[in-house]
Each structure stands twice: as structure tokens, then as C-alpha cells.
């Protein structure tokens, strides 16, 4: 096994002497300000116009990339169908089949203060910084996929090997700063083509495949069908021509020389719907985690122990990375690697940290600790809850029945429990099961087969028709693994069992009970509203959208989701569903007033402003819309002095110039520095418009992760609307319930 540690200085106090111990955003910062760039830009005429299908956004982007290479200078997009560039753009570029031709409209000077000239800053840095990465160090078309060529760890010649990957987002600071968050991970090449690896004749593994670029200019992928009947020179009737005719111009021109002398035979190749021919030559195995564990296991040991780096890693690789940049041409920048807070200004969220409510309104500062030492806010009263189990594990009922009693007697919150059995084997044995479950049960724990156990034993998995039957009747479910199961009994689990915890804080809520609320939430909202588009993963088109409402005590009221045709667009008439749904029905049916709504749309609010505003129109209240972006946010972490460890949960950095503020919402003192799954993500929250400024938003978003009933012992990075919005477009999906249903309380959870 080779390691290698990030091309860096080795850990001394020494290296980073010049960084005070404190909590920061890892974010390089550029050396001067951006307040003087002055760019021409362009109009893009397209022959025959851009098709009704395309996105003319992704068509600029492709346009501006061409540009970019055909002119030698940076190019980058600046709104549909225009471009910006320093200096003078004058030929065309074919662009998805069509020629575009840019034609100038006037020069401008970028002021970072506006928010649009920002958004073009951003992208002419972004194609800037393409030419100051090395080509001689990494491989990279894009600056969202920069691969090192030396590999950090790797195994032997036929082996596998870990390349660092850097992902770089690029933001201006309101005062021209420029700001880049590296998001550092490692990609799995394949150390040897097939040719190494198999003789002709051998046995070839059914394994998914990809073409060597290094050799092989066209990408690709596909699954191993065997070898062929052809060499790399026979003429194949089908193609029309030998493959070593077909690799002219394509393939290394020495390569395909020295092979067209050898004439080695070719191997099948299933790519899509079709089989091809192709040279075992250009192949490696494609790094799936499955075909990586089977053909090389100490490899996929170590890849697994080290995916998750931890601050001070991602740190090292970041600087890194920053070290190795030339100066970005045309505008004259080099980056420090920071870390730097700037613009930002820190917030402790968590300084009175007493904001969550127990029984008897006694107040923690954990979920977890107040669950276990206080007990539950409200408990459903007198309820009911179905325990169902297989008929074959009757021992394992007759063991959790009165652990559960007991759990639920602990923490505040007793239930009648009653066991039900079910019958394993063919589907048909689930669906009648929700009718001889009694009409007054309020949840019901279903105890199922472990995941994959029942391909095992040749029955179908009861999983999903229990769900989906039991709740089409009303009752929401608890579903536990047989494993887990049976590792509750064994370990005669209590609340302070953090498992058991979440099932039992769960089971409360389900039911219709309060495990905790937020005292004093920051601000005057008196409703959230999580919003959530869903699109086809294949289509890129929207699918389904989807809301959540959440009251300023955190309780859960309610969620719906709907679905969508073919092609349709996300449209108000959605948000109008939603709003009457939830949103009036709360306030009618509660008797409260809503005086101010805060919209939390998943993602980028921009791309369907227009018809939130309209769908809100209504609504005779102040809204607050703001984006929650969840993905690719800048990590934060704590400095000691000598090294970078996890956070303490509860750290804001708002920047109120561009009304926004990445929230470190997951940490300590939940998870420790050994922490196996790496430096937590953050989430982004951008205030669009409102009368609540984003300090306060801010807030408001953190202490709502901090009220996800369903996991009392450690809490989500994000905030519960914009969670269990999601979760309803999940549930719909799988049809446990219609669309157009309004999901009662916290089901989904």
C-alpha cells in the first residue's frame, strides 16, 4: 500500500502560527479586491435560434466555454444568451450543433455591491481560476472536478488508487473580496487497463467498465459482455470498418500504431441498449464501491477509513491547493489559503442554550438530556400503540413488549402497548394486515426483516406494503429491523440508549404527543412553510412539489405533496394548495392568528419566485421567503492553536450586506473528533425579501434542527420544514400516501 499526504508542510504550530485559535469558515480569500474590472459584453446570435427544449442557461455556459477556448482569454456567462469577456470576442463557436456568434453591446464596470454584478464576478473569476490550475499537477475540465494525478494512497500495479478531488466555489464579498471554498475528496481510478488484468480466453467478470481518457478521447461506460469474435484489424459488417479504422483521430495515434501491429482481440461492451466492440486496451474498471470491494479489498479498507477526512485534513488539502495555483491572468489575483471570516460576522446561536422545553417546563440544552432527565413536553394522553411482528419471532415480542412499556413509562409518556402478529412470505400476507390492527391504535412499531434478508430466504420484503397499507388507514408506524430488535432486548435497553431514544421520542410524537418545544423562538414568525420542488433525476424536469408547516414552537402541524405531469412547471397554484391547506387550516383550526409566514424553499429561490409570490398573494400576512441551500457549503471548524478539530453545533456566519449566513448545525458536543463520518456539512441560508432581517432568520433556522422529534439523540444539520417537506415528496413517491393528502402531525418522521 503507497501513501501519500497532501503536498504540504508537515503539522507544526509553526505553519499556521499567523491563524489566532478561534472558530472559522474554511474559505481561501483572494489578496485584492475586485472593484475596478471593467468587461465588454456580448449578445450571442444562434443560427436557426436556440430549441424550445434547451436550457438557454446551460446553452450560455456551453457557449461561454467555447468561447473561452477558442479565444484564449476568460469568458464567462452573464444571464441567458450573453456572455462577458475582458478582451475582444469576434469568431464563432459551434455550440450543441449550432453556430453562435457573439456580437457586442456595450462595457461595463462590475460593482460588487450589486448582487448581479456579483453573479458575473463570480463567473469570470470562476474562468480565471481554469487557467491557474497546473495541468501538470491535476486533470480537470471544469473547476467542480479537479483531479490530482498523483495519487494519495493505492495499491499495487493491478490495484486501485485514490486521487484527491478538489470541488472549488467561488463567491464575491460585497467589498470586492473574493472568497473560494475547496471541497476536497478523493476519486477511485483503476491502476491497470484490462489487458493487464485478463487473457484472452479468461473469464471476464460481469463488471461495469469505462474508457481509459488518457488514451481514448471519447468517455464512456458500459458492462463487460465476454470477449469477442473480432481482433482489433477484422472488418465487422455492422461497424462497417475495423475498430482500428474507427479509432483514427480518436484513440493515441502511437497506441493505436503499436496495436494495429499486435491485433490483440477485442472484448463485447454493453453500452446502453447496445453491444459494442472495444479494446481491452482502453478499458479500466469502472470504481464502483461494490466491483472495488471484490476485486481489491485492502484498497476499499483503506478508501472507506479515510473518505471521511476530518477538519484539519480538508484544511491541508485546501492549502494545498491554493499553494499550487499560478496567479489568475487578466485580473491580477492570487489566492491565501486562509481560513478567513471575512465578511462574515460569527454568532454563537447556542449562548442561551436553554431555548428547548420538557415536561413541567423544565428546559436542556439537548434534546437528548432533556428527554432522559425531565420527560416528554405533552404526552398524547391516553394512547394506544400496535407492536407487529412476524408469527415466527413470538419470543422476540414477548421480550420487547415490556421494554417498550417501560421506555415510554420513563420518559413521561405511558402507552398501552398490544402485539400483533403477521405472516411472512408472498405480499399478499401485508396488505390485509392494517384491518385487524384495532381502530383506536394511534401508532404502530412494525418489527420487519433485516434489509436484503428476505431476497435471502425467497419471500417478499414486508417493508414497504406494511407502511404504505397501515398508512392509508391512518395509523403512522415506527418501522425497526430484526436486528435492531434484538439488540434492544439484549442490552435490556433504556432511554439512555441513544437507538432506543429515537424510537421511543418517536413513537410519542406519532401518536400525536409533544417531546419537546423551542421557548422564544428569535423574531415575530408564527409559522414556517418548507417548500420542496422535486425533479426527475432522468428528465432533469420537476416531478412533485411539496410543503411542510411548522409553528414557532416547533411543533409540526402538517405536510402535503402533490404531483405533477410530464414537462409542467412548478406553478402558484401549488403554494395556493399548500397555503389553504396548512396554513389557513392551522390557523382556523387552532384558533391563532398568522401575522408573518417564512417561506423556506429547498434550493434556489429565484428559479420559481414569481410563482411563490403569486401562490402567496392570499394571504393576508407578512412573508418572509428565503432559500436554504443544503449542498457544497463552505465547512466550518474549530482552531485550537496547532490544528483544526469539529465544531461546536450552533455557529453562525451571517453576512448581512448579502443577506446570508452558513449555519454549522451538526457537531459537538453530539459528535467527537473522532467522529467517523468527517467534518459536518453546513447549510446556506439567502434571505430574498421580508420584513426579518437574516441574523434572526438565522436563528430561527438553527434552533429549527433542533426540534426533529424523531431523532432526540443527534440532531440534523437542517431545519425541520425544509426536512420534512422532503419526507412528504418521499412518502407520496412511494405511495404511502396520495398526493394531495394533508399528512396530520409529524408521521413521516
Not at 434547451?54 to 457557449?63: E, G, K, L
Not at 432527565?373 to 420487547?400: C, I
Not at 420559481?608 to 443544503?630: F, H, M, P, T, W
Not at 422529534?709 to 417537506?725: D, Q, T
Request: proline share 6%; net charge neutral; hydrophobic share 30%.
Amino acid at each position: 500500500m503507497t501513501n501519500r499526504s497532501p503536498q504540504t508542510n508537515s503539522r507544526t504550530p509553526e505553519r499556521q502560527a499567523d491563524i489566532n485559535p478561534g472558530t472559522y469558515v474554511l474559505h481561501g480569500r483572494g489578496n485584492r479586491r475586485l472593484t475596478d474590472v471593467k468587461v465588454n459584453r456580448y449578445e450571442l446570435r444562434v443560427d436557426g435560434g436556440v430549441e424550445n427544449h434547451w436550457d438557454s442557461q446551460s446553452f450560455t455556459s456551453s457557449a461561454a466555454y467555447y468561447l473561452d477556448r477558442t479565444h484564449g482569454t476568460p469568458v464567462a456567462s452573464a444571464g441567458p444568451l450573453s456572455v462577458i469577456s475582458v478582451t475582444g470576442l469576434s469568431k464563432p463557436v459551434n455550440v450543441w450543433g449550432k453556430r453562435v456568434t457573439p456580437v457586442k453591446t456595450e462595457t461595463v464596470q462590475l460593482d460588487p455591491k450589486k448582487k448581479r454584478d456579483r453573479e458575473h464576478l463570480r463567473a469570470f473569476v470562476q474562468s480565471c481560476l481554469r487557467r491557474a490550475v497546473p495541468d501538470d499537477t491535476y486533470a480537470y475540465k471544469f473547476i467542480n472536478d479537479i483531479v490530482r494525478n498523483d495519487p494519495a494512497f493505492s495499491t499495487g500495479t493491478d490495484g486501485f488508487a485514490a486521487h484527491p478531488k478538489h470541488e472549488v466555489k467561488v463567491q464575491i464579498a460585497s467589498d470586492g473580496t473574493v472568497l473560494a471554498h475547496v471541497e476536497s475528496g478523493y476519486s477511485i481510478k483503476s491502476k491497470s487497463t484490462l489487458d493487464n488484468l485478463y487473457s484472452p480466453g479468461s473469464q471476464l467478470p460481469n463488471m461495469k467498465v469505462a474508457h481509459d481518457t488518457d488514451r481514448y478521447a471519447k468517455e464512456g461506460q458500459g458492462w463487460l459482455k465476454g470477449w469477442s469474435e473480432f481482433n482489433y484489424t477484422d472488418y465487422i459488417r455492422d461497424v462497417g470498418s475495423s475498430i482500428a479504422e474507427l479509432h483514427e483521430g480518436t484513440a493515441d495515434e502511437d497506441w493505436r500504431q503499436r496495436l494495429i501491429e499486435e491485433n490483440p482481440r477485442l472484448v463485447k461492451v454493453k453500452y446502453g441498449n447496445m453491444v459494442g466492440n472495444q479494446l481491452p486496451h482502453f478499458l479500466r474498471l469502472s470504481p464502483r464501491p461494490e466491483q472495488v470491494q471484490r476485486q481489491d479489498y485492502d484498497f476499499f479498507s483503506q478508501f472507506i477509513s479515510r473518505r471521511a477526512m476530518m477538519p484539519d485534513e480538508k484544511y491541508d488539502y485546501s492549502k494545498s491547493f491554493f499553494e499550487s495555483l499560478s496567479r489568475l491572468p487578466v485580473i491580477d489575483l492570487e489566492f491565501e489559503p486562509g481560513p478567513t471570516n471575512h465578511p462574515y460576522k460569527r454568532i454563537n446561536v447556542r449562548e442561551q442554550n436553554t431555548r428547548l422545553v420538557f415536561s413541567d417546563d423544565q428546559q436542556s440544552n439537548t434534546p437528548s438530556g432533556g428527554l432522559r432527565e425531565y420527560g416528554v413536553y405533552a404526552s398524547p394522553g391516553r394512547y394506544r400503540v400496535g407492536l407487529l411482528m412476524p408469527s415466527q419471532w413470538e419470543e422476540t415480542l414477548q421480550k420487547l413488549t415490556p421494554l417498550l412499556v417501560k421506555g415510554l413509562n420513563n420518559i413521561g409518556a405511558p402507552a398501552g402497548v398490544t402485539g400483533y402478529h403477521y405472516g411472512l412470505g408472498d405480499i399478499s400476507n401485508y396488505t390485509p394486515v392494517a384491518h385487524e390492527i384495532r381502530s383506536e391504535t394511534d401508532a404502530v412499531v412494525a418489527v420487519v426483516p433485516n434489509k436484503g434478508a428476505a431476497d435471502d430466504f425467497g419471500i417478499d420484503d414486508p417493508h414497504h406494503e406494511l407502511k404504505r397499507t397501515l398508512m392509508r388507514k391512518g395509523i403512522p408506524t415506527q418501522m425497526l429491523q430484526k436486528s435492531s430488535a434484538q439488540e434492544l432486548i439484549k442490552q435490556r435497553a433504556t432511554p439512555n440508549n441513544d437507538k432506543f431514544l429515537n424510537i421511543l421520542s418517536a413513537i410519542v410524537a406519532k401518536a400525536g404527543g409533544t417531546p419537546w418545544q423551542v421557548d422564544s423562538l428569535p423574531g415575530e414568525t408564527d409559522a414556517f412553510m418548507g417548500l420542496d420542488v422535486t425533479r426527475d433525476s432522468e428528465s432533469g424536469q420537476h416531478s412533485g412539489a411539496s410543503a411542510s408547516v411548522v409553528l414557532a414552537d416547533g411543533t409540526t402541524f402538517a405536510a402535503e405533496s402533490t404531483t405533477q405531469q410530464g414537462g409542467e412547471k412548478f406553478a402558484a397554484r401549488h403554494v395556493e394548495q399548500f397555503v389553504r391547506d396548512l396554513v389557513v387550516d392551522f390557523a382556523e383550526g387552532q384558533e391563532r392568528e398568522i401575522n408573518r409566514v417564512c417561506i423556506m424553499r429547498d434550493g434556489k429561490v429565484h428559479e420559481d419566485i414569481d410563482a411563490v409570490r403569486e401562490g402567496l398573494s392570499e394571504l393576508d400576512a407578512e412573508i418572509d421567503i428565503v432559500g436554504v441551500r443544503k449542498r457544497g457549503q463552505p465547512r466550518i471548524a474549530d482552531y485550537n492553536g496547532t490544528r483544526f478539530k469539529i465544531a461546536y453545533k450552533g455557529m453562525a456566519f451571517v453576512d448581512a450586506d448579502r443577506d446570508e449566513a452558513v449555519i454549522h448545525g451538526f457537531g459537538k458536543p453530539e459528535i467527537r473528533d473522532d467522529n467517523p463520518v468527517g467534518t459536518p456539512q453546513t447549510f446556506k441560508l439567502v434571505r430574498h425579501s421580508g420584513p426579518t432581517d437574516i441574523e434572526t432568520l438565522a436563528r430561527q433556522a438553527y434552533w429549527l434542527s433542533e426540534v426533529h422529534v424523531g431523532s432526540p439523540a443527534k440532531s440534523p444539520r437542517l431545519p425541520i420544514p425544509i426536512e420534512y417537506a422532503d419526507k412528504a415528496a418521499e412518502y407520496v413517491r412511494k405511495e404511502y400516501v396520495s398526493p394531495g393528502k394533508v399528512i396530520k402531525g409529524p408521521a413521516y418522521i
